[in-house]
């Protein structure tokens, strides 16, 4: 069996997030949850890890998501931000469809249920 390297990269902030995300996608992407916060090794280590990686940012639209995507696009200027409805304000809480569409206008497949 041959070892698929995943290009696709997308940074959430909590593991309710990452699991609702899994869900949708329908390619090897590889998910990462931030747990909200990013210390400066984890961030270094991320930033050396992501390097030639497709790296996508979806994160919550509140006070605490909004911080996390300011820090990331200073580190990763190259990645694409994706952007929930404020009325969901959090990843966890917007219906599946949202988010389907939404990684859909990014080009990473999703499962066709959801759209």
Not at 72 to 80: Q, T, V
């Amino acid at each position: 069996m041959a070892i698929v390297e995943v290009e696709k990269v997308i940074i959430v902030e909590g593991r309710s997030d990452k699991r609702k995300v899994e869900s949708i996608i329908s390619e090897p992407v590889e998910i990462i949850c931030t747990n909200g916060t990013l210390g400066t090794a984890k961030l270094d280590e991320l930033i050396d890890a992501l390097y030639d990686k497709e790296v996508y940012i979806l994160v919550d639209s509140d006070e605490a998501g909004e911080k996390l995507r300011r820090q990331l696009r200073r580190e990763f200027p190259h990645a694409e931000h994706l952007y929930i409805d404020k009325m969901y304000r959090e990843v966890a809480a917007a219906p599946k469809h949202h988010i389907a569409v939404v990684l859909l206008s990014a080009n990473i497949d999703v499962h066709a249920q959801y759209l």
